[in-house]
């Protein structure tokens, strides 16, 4: 008996499915332990930060802090960190009303009032200013700081900057063209504008519109994604960064903090040494969810986990993705891109006018064109099957095309945190 996280249910797989040879695709149980208590975490990240005077001293002489955190669809221990946050800044003389938070939203959508008061808890809802950031405000709102050595032009919110003090709190995950979410991302694209956004993903691309070298999960190295971002994240240069860690139930398992470039690069290469599995070759079928809720809130959060399981899939193999999309694809943009009868055609109009969520689209159609997708979620079952997905209404119908399709000795790997942990492949070929 096996059960996935739904959304913020539980659902069993089938037994049809734990007949099959395999294998689970996660960390070491051996490794983990329940959590340190969350504040004994957060004093002895502020008292050892990472290449960063401590924490009294970064903020000191201010006049407005500015914190900037994820929104809904990016879990960070947000509700559990501010509330000592901000305690810190009343010990060190700073009153509330000289503290705002920044949803740094990028280009997804507002967030409701009650998402916000679920991910600032009730007292600093109340007691704190919030706001959403909005990357399609008027050029006004924005300040230019200057253009990347990629043409990047830097637009920047111009509330944020009118702080004298800027502090990131984010979470560390994988990002399947960023390597790693967190850190320089809290502003770009954070608190970017939507077009500093899309010359920032554009990275992604080639001139022929493939994939280029280096954009992965879980690498930075060479990554030019993630180098744009860092060199406009310089122009900003926040004052401090917390970098959270979670568990696969979303407990705060560690906090790394001081620079902002710095403490996330360590914070990176940690996550990466506990939240990574080697496997030894290709998979015939691989059955992955997103984790559950928010990490499946939609679709385009949940192409994460698809992404992880795309990359142990054999060539024409079959991934079952479960993950229930309660708030639908993620942007309307996203399926205005899926109406192209070929993906070089996509492409072509991608090259010419870049929008984000047609690079989702890119890769959810090229997964799709390489291995059999199916997909149980609350998804209309048309807007399923634009993505050239096959809809499953339950688990029953994947087991069914599972036996049609594939032996009864198929490799079969389950990943029940698909987006939270990295594959990596020991014998590549197939």
């Known amino acids: 008996m096996m059960f996935i996280n739904f959304g913020k249910e539980k659902i069993e797989l089938p037994q049809e499915i734990l007949d099959l040879p395999y294998v689970i695709v996660q960390t070491d149980p051996a490794t983990m332990s329940e959590p340190t208590p ?3 975490l957060f004093y002895q990240a502020i008292s ?5 005077p401590a924490f009294p001293e970064v903020v000191k002489g201010g006049k407005k802090i500015a914190i900037v955190v994820p929104d809904i669809t990016r879990p960070a221990g947000v509700s559990y960190l501010l509330p000592l946050i ?3 800044l009343n010990s060190l003389g700073y009153t509330d009303e000289q503290i705002t938070i920044f949803f740094a939203l990028g280009i997804h959508r507002a967030q409701t009032e009650q998402e916000h008061k679920d991910l600032l808890g009730a007292e600093i809802f109340h ?5 959403d950031h909005n990357a399609t405000a008027e050029q006004s709102s924005f300040v230019n700081l200057g253009t990347t050595n990629a043409e990047t032009p830097v637009l920047i919110n111009r ?4 702080h004298d003090r800027i502090i990131l709190l984010g979470s560390i995950t994988y990002h399947y063209f960023a390597g790693f979410g967190g850190g320089r991302k809290l502003i770009i694209p954070g608190m970017a504008s ?25 690498n930075l190295n060479t990554n030019p994604v993630h180098l744009d971002m860092v060199e406009a994240t310089e122009l900003v240069a ?30 990176c290469q940690m996550f990466l040494n506990t939240h990574s599995c080697e496997v030894d070759s290709h998979f015939d079928v691989v059955v992955v969810s997103a984790g559950g809720f928010p990490r499946d809130i939609n679709f385009i959060q949940a192409h994460k986990a698809l992404e992880m399981a795309f990359t142990i899939v054999r060539p024409g193999g079959t991934i079952l993705l479960i993950a229930e999309c309660s708030d639908g694809v993620g942007h309307p943009e996203f399926l205005n891109w899926l109406d192209f009868p070929s993906l070089n055609e996509l492409v072509t109009v991608l090259r010419q006018n870049y929008q984000i969520y047609g690079q989702t689209a890119y890769a959810t159609l090229w997964k799709a064109s390489n291995a059999d997708v199916l997909l149980y979620s609350r998804l209309p079952e048309a807007t399923v099957r634009k993505m050239r997905i096959h809809p499953i209404n339950n688990l029953s119908e994947a087991v069914r095309f599972i036996r049609q399709k594939h032996s009864t000795q198929c490799r ?3 990943m029940p945190y698909g987006a939270h942990i990295l594959p990596i492949l020991r014998h590549p070929s197939v």
Do not use: K, M, Y
């Open 194 to 218: 939507a077009e500093t956004c899309r010359a920032n993903h554009l990275l992604v691309l080639d001139e022929q519109g493939n994939r280029r070298p280096g954009v992965l999960p879980g």
């Open 412 to 414: 079969t790997a389950i």
């Open 38 to 40: 969350i504040d004994s």
């Open 159 to 162: 509330s944020l900057l009118e």
């Open 238 to 267: 926040p004052h401090f960064c917390f970098n959270v860690i979670l568990d696969e139930h979303l407990r705060v398992e560690n906090i790394i903090a001081g620079h902002w470039l710095h403490s996330h690069l360590t914070a």
């Open 48 to 52: 050892s930060p990472i290449h960063s």
């Open 86 to 88: 901000v305690d810190e």
């Open 127 to 131: 007691r704190i200013r919030h706001i």
